[in-house]
């Protein structure tokens, strides 16, 4: 695109399409998410479970990439991933991690931190079984995260595991399994016109309850 700098600076979007009124929000910050995320399904959002989830290595480097969140509940919400690949280091190294949801149809984000821990192996293993079968060996075949030679040795490597798994079950392998964040922190986002967005913070207190405050755009 010609001039795509200029472009970029002169980009300017406002929004108008929902509030975020006091009325309307409860004491209960899972409610408000399943409202949001009942309302991007019904929207036909792209991909609404998507998520970028960011951690934080051992030495203080930051790492964001997308997960979809496959549960949520009280306890917090849930994905599943290689516990070997750099998200997975960087969970052993420090617990602490951020969960963002952004669907730009509603002009709406979700901000939730908190800290990740494994999920049970039976809650793993139910969900690796719900998988088609080709995930299932594709679970197996990569090393997430490692350097490979080539695209042919990926390849390679799950048509091997696709001939050996014929006629076998596909169990979990001890790689692989679940995280649930359990959050301290959720921020709801809306858009409003003149930048001057609508955000509300709850915050987990001491005793299980959230505290709500509205914070300046």
């Known amino acids: 695109m010609k001039d795509l700098k200029s472009f970029i600076h002169q980009l300017r979007r406002d929004f108008a399409s929902h509030k975020l009124e006091d009325h309307s929000i409860t004491s209960d910050p899972l409610s408000l998410f399943e409202q949001w995320m009942s309302e991007a399904v019904k929207a ?24 979809l969140m496959r549960d949520y509940s009280s306890d917090g919400f849930v994905f599943f991933t290689n516990y070997n690949s750099r998200k997975g280091q960087n969970i052993q190294a420090n617990d602490h991690a951020c969960l963002l949801f952004f669907w730009p149809d509603l002009e709406r984000q979700i901000r939730i931190t908190g ?25 197996w ?16 490597r799950y048509a091997e595991l696709e001939k050996s798994f014929q006629e076998k079950d596909i169990t979990r392998p001890p790689h692989w399994g ?10 709801f986002w809306q858009g409003r016109p ?13 005793n299980d309850e959230w505290k709500v405050s509205r914070l300046a755009p």
């Open 44 to 67: 036909e959002v792209a991909e609404p479970n998507a998520m970028v989830l960011s951690t934080v290595s051992a030495d203080g480097i930051p790492s964001s990439r997308i997960v």
């Open 115 to 139: 800290k990740i821990k494994k999920t049970s192996e039976k809650v793993s293993d139910e969900y690796f079984m719900s998988r088609p079968r080709e995930s299932r060996i594709g679970a």
């Open 141 to 156: 075949t990569s090393a997430q995260s490692s350097r490979i030679s080539s695209r042919d040795e990926l390849e390679q």
């Open 178 to 187: 679940g995280y649930v964040l359990a959050p301290v922190e959720i921020e």
């Open 194 to 206: 003149s930048r001057l967005h609508d955000r509300i913070l709850f915050e987990k207190e001491s």
